[in-house]
C-alpha cells in the first residue's frame, strides 16, 4: 500500500516561493505519472494543477500556473516535488499529489497560505 506524505507547504506573501514535497512510501511510484492537485478554501472538489508523465518527464500545466510552477520528480527518492513561483492569492490552497484519477490513497495534503 502506498503512503502519500506532503510538506514544504505554509505562509508566504504574495510574489513569494514555495516547494512543496509528496514523498511516497510502501512501494515504487515509478510506474506511474504523478499529479499535483490543489482544493481551496470553501471548495469540496480538488483541481488538478500538474502532471509529470513517467519515463519521458514530460510536464503539463494547468493554464493558471503555468511559467510559476515547476513540476519535478526524483526516482530514487521515490519523490515528487512542485516549485511554486510569483505566488498569488489565489493559490492559497492545500496541495495534494497522487496520479490523475487519483489512484492512490490521498495524503493528507499540505497547506498553501498566500497573503498579500
Known amino acids: 500500500q502506498v503512503q502519500l506524505v506532503e510538506s514544504g507547504g505554509g505562509v508566504v506573501q504574495a510574489g513569494g516561493s514555495l516547494r512543496l514535497t509528496c514523498e511516497a512510501s510502501?512501494?515504487?511510484?515509478?510506474?506511474?505519472?504523478m499529479d499535483w492537485f490543489r482544493r481551496k478554501p470553501g471548495n469540496q472538489a480538488r483541481e488538478w494543477v500538474a502532471?509529470?508523465?513517467?519515463?519521458?518527464?514530460?510536464?503539463n500545466y494547468a493554464d493558471f500556473v503555468k511559467g510559476r510552477f515547476t513540476i519535478s520528480r526524483d526516482y530514487a527518492k521515490n519523490t515528487l516535488y512542485l516549485q511554486m513561483n510569483d505566488l498569488q492569492r489565489e493559490d492559497t490552497a492545500v496541495y495534494y499529489c497522487?496520479?490523475?484519477?487519483?489512484?492512490?490513497?490521498w495524503g493528507q495534503g499540505t497547506e498553501v497560505t498566500v497573503s498579500s
Open positions: 502532471q509529470i508523465m513517467k519515463s519521458s518527464n514530460v510536464t
Open positions: 510502501g512501494r515504487s511510484v515509478s510506474d506511474y505519472s
Open positions: 497522487n496520479t490523475l484519477a487519483g489512484f492512490l490513497p
